[in-house]
């Protein structure tokens, strides 16, 4: 490899690789749209890409995400190039889009002193959902006069400390996603419309999560930010974040400056007379919002994620700090309700709160192209996700009745406490239990369904039995091998 001044990076090298293909994806979606005869929805994406194709950005990117990510990069290396006198490193950091939902964004480095930025389709997702539904409870807030206003948001967060979001429609809208992720392993989306009044502060309070996710990443980088040796994940574990505690802050706080220094330098754009801090405003709630989304991925559809993220609600208290008086008694009430519907849509246990499909009938921005029968669907897995660990061994065991191989003896062994025990038992090959029991792994709920239904088949267990007894036993395992603790108990 040349290693002259003018000699590419690996992390740009391996950026030209791997970079999405947006066009072949637009066909893939057109496609299914087609399938599905959802002639709304393929109405909607004409619009929106003959839009994309008149407006002055069409003419610098290739398709809308490339372009977006290329502008708030650019703008975050210009931010970052204020704030920090590393030149050196900056020049040797680049950020890629993946496709891959499983993995929400995470700095990776190099041998040769680069790195890359994997920023996933699930981070523009899930910042969006946050971000509209956040826009939906604001505008609803501020929609009188100014005095009107004001005393509005007083009396919303004297009497429920909140700022308008509906907790209800953000939980079921990530529920639907996290649990079409953790057992199809499917980006399934329920798709929101926001009122025109809305739309504009959503792409806004968009922008401003993904700037920060952005900043967080970039900042690792910039601070030389290193993980110890024995920390260090696989290079194909996307998804570890082997970083420390400390360093997470750190890099929090750098990307927290960087978006509010992002918004300083775009303040002539800015309408004045609003009455308050836009630029720190902005990058406070993209902070929190960028946080979030980042939080409900890793507790939502990972059994363990090795070294990771320290909780949104620990970030964001120290986070907070940093804040201005005006702009903390605002940010504060702000992620209250984000951070109920996280909790809620991320709790897969037997106390959970399961999709219903009541929820959605009671939603009417809310839609869908699929048929009613696929959310049917949904809402029944996850109710017998929901279920406990007792219910979930005695499914097992049931399968025993129409199974030529017997599921029992793995269902008493994980029901004891014995992960490793029921995986073999249930089949499943030795280096496979070895790796999905190996503490310092990243392991995917997904990923532990995919790898008990891929058993059971080849041991014979009927095909109609399939999907229930590998999301059975990966519920059974999961507290387990997240390190919990949880007492032997009966059949």
């Known amino acids: 490899m040349s290693t002259g001044p003018d000699a590419r990076s690996m992390a740009e090298i391996l950026a030209t690789r791997i970079r999405s293909d947006r066009e072949d994806q637009l066909e893939e979606m057109i496609q299914r749209l087609t399938e599905l005869d959802a002639a709304d929805d393929l109405a909607q994406l004409d619009e929106n890409t003959r839009g994309w194709r008149q407006s002055e950005w069409s003419a610098r990117h290739a398709n809308p995400v490339d372009g977006l990510m290329a502008e708030l990069i650019a703008e975050v290396m210009a931010a970052m190039a204020d704030l920090t006198d590393r030149p050196e490193r900056l020049a040797r950091v680049f950020v890629v889009t993946l496709k891959q939902e499983s993995v929400a964004a995470r700095l990776r480095q190099l041998a040769d002193s680069s ?28 929609s009188g006069g100014r005095l009107r206003d004001l005393w509005r948001v007083a009396r919303s967060v004297r009497d429920h400390q909140r700022l308008g979001a509906d907790p209800a429609l953000l939980g079921g809208l990530l529920r639907y996603y996290l649990v079409n992720q953790r057992i199809h392993a499917l ?27 952005l900043g967080h990443e970039i900042a690792h980088h910039v601070l030389d930010h290193r993980p110890a040796t024995s920390d260090s994940p696989p290079a194909d574990d996307l998804s570890a974040c082997p970083l420390s505690e400390q360093q997470e802050f750190e890099a929090d706080l750098l990307g927290y ?46 059994i363990r994620r090795g070294r990771s993220h320290p909780p949104a609600p620990a970030r964001a208290a120290r986070l907070l700090n940093e804040f201005s008086d005006p702009v903390r008694r605002f940010a504060e009430p702000f992620q209250a309700d984000l951070l109920r519907a996280t909790r809620d849509a991320a709790d897969f246990s037997a106390s959970g709160r399961p999709f219903d499909l009541a929820w959605f009938h009671a939603q ?102 399939l999907l229930a007894g590998s ?21």
Not at 116 to 130: I, N, P, Q
Not at 187 to 210: D, F, I, N, Y
Not at 257 to 265: E, L, P
Not at 434 to 449: D, G, Q
Request: proline share 6%.
């Open 115 to 142: 790195a890359l930025v994997y920023f996933s389709d699930a981070t523009f997702t899930l910042c969006g959902l946050y971000a509209g539904c956040a826009a939906e409870g604001l505008t609803g807030l501020y």
């Open 187 to 213: 980006a399934a989306k329920l798709s929101h419309r926001l009122t025109s009044s809305a739309e504009p502060l959503g792409v806004w309070l968009t922008a401003q999560a993904v700037t920060f996710v």
């Open 257 to 302: 400056r960087a978006a509010v220094h992002v918004g300083r330098r775009d303040a002539a754009r800015i309408p004045a007379g609003t009455g308050i801090d836009l630029p720190e405003t902005g990058a406070a709630l993209g902070a929190l919002i960028g946080m979030l989304a980042i939080h409900v991925t890793e507790q939502g559809l990972f």
């Open 364 to 465: 009417p921005q809310v839609s869908t192209p699929l048929p009613l029968q696929n959310l049917q669907t949904v809402s029944i897995l996850d109710r017998f996700q929901c279920r406990t660990r007792e219910d979930h061994a005695a499914v097992l065991v049931g399968i025993d009745e129409i199974s030529p191989f017997s599921l029992a003896a793995g269902a008493c062994a994980g029901l004891a406490g014995d992960a490793r025990a029921a995986l073999l038992g249930w089949g499943v090959p030795d280096a496979t239990a070895e790796e999905i029991c190996a503490p310092h792994r990243a392991l995917e709920f997904s990923t532990l369904v995919a790898k008990l239904r891929a058993a059971f088949a080849a041991r014979g267990v009927p095909e109609k039995a």
């Open 471 to 491: 999301l059975a036993g990966a519920q059974l395992l999961a507290p387990l091998l997240s390190r919990g603790e949880h007492p032997p108990a009966e059949i």
